[in-house]
């Protein structure tokens, strides 16, 4: 091969590389109401619509959400057909919850909603909230996340003992520019 091809490969794979970004792709494939042990405090009532994939919804809490409860996500990915866990995980008191992963991973992608983010997000007053037109952006989960078929399950817990939750399939791919 001449020199003049190599530059030429050499250039064309310099641009390709730079339009592939760190950011992910990320697809909603289903959710579903994870109901409480004995009750259902935390309704999280969403479901998915259009050909974009957009969640829509609500969220009922019974009682303030603070930090008598925890938080926790458990991120699993499919594997020869069986869910298997991956080392993604969180578990949390509520407000450091919602400051430490909601407003960093979640929040951005709640751009027509009334749940509280940032200072406000703690404690989530008694109360409906609802969600529009849900795009899942997970432009900075790069480093955490597995791409292909991803399940993750958000839980409530008071004493180890649920008290609502909401279980997301996503798929989620390299994002090309």
Known sequence: MSLELHKVLLVLSIAHSA???????????????????NETLFEFNFRVIGRQRLLNGTLNFHVDLDDDYEMSNEVLALKDGEWESTSVSARFKTCKYMAVIYDKYFAVSFKDSNIPKGTEACP??????????????????????KLGLVRSNMLVR??????????????????IV
């Not at 339009?19 to 042990?37: H, Q």
């Not at 939750?165 to 989620?172: A, P, R, Y």
């Open 158 to 175: 008071k004493n180890n003992v649920v008290y609502g939750g909401f279980d997301i399939v996503l798929v989620l791919s390299q994002k």
């Open 19 to 37: 339009l592939v970004r760190a950011g992910l792709e990320c697809r909603i494939e289903s959710i579903s109401k994870v109901f409480g042990d």
């Open 124 to 145: 989530i007053k008694k109360g409906e909230y609802y969600a529009r037109n849900v795009e899942v952006i997970a432009d900075n989960w790069a480093h955490y996340a």
